[in-house]
């Protein structure tokens, strides 16, 4: 069983900048596939961003992309959701998922994925 603990959320002002971390138990073949996903209240889980932690492949919605940048530590077994030039819409439950692989059609499908941490709060203010 995979577990995985996020970490990094707060309040911040639009404009600013953020830095999401999320810790594996383990990178392994389970792990492949390291996504971040957001929940506003209201709305569906929607597929932020992802990473193929062994070929390197980036993936990232349209809403994000060009501000958002995720990246990994395998000595620290950690990916990173970098969240630069925020806003207010950015607001939302930030989720850390992992799967045994993705690609560009399906790592933002929430039900491909194995594993989910808890959950960390964002919330930018204007």
């Known amino acids: 069983q995979v577990q995985l603990a996020e970490s990094g959320g707060g309040s911040v002002q639009a404009g600013g900048s953020l830095r999401l971390s999320c810790v594996a138990s383990?990178?392994?073949?389970?792990?492949?596939?390291m996504s971040w996903f957001r929940q506003a209240p209201g709305k569906a889980r929607e597929g932020v961003a992802a990473?193929?932690?062994?070929?390197?492949?980036?993936y990232y919605s349209d809403s994000v992309k060009g501000r958002f940048t995720i990246s990994q530590d395998n000595a620290e077994r950690t990916v990173h959701l970098i969240m630069d030039s925020v806003k207010s819409e950015d607001s939302a439950m930030y989720y850390c998922?992992?799967?045994?692989?993705?690609?560009?059609?399906?790592?933002?499908?929430?039900?491909?994925?194995?594993?989910w941490g808890q959950g960390t709060q964002v919330t930018v203010s204007s």
């Open positions: 383990e990178f392994s073949y389970r792990t492949n596939c």
């Open positions: 998922a992992a799967n045994f692989g993705c690609n560009s059609d399906s790592w933002y499908r929430v039900g491909i994925y194995n594993y």
């Open positions: 990473m193929s932690t062994g070929g390197g492949a980036t």
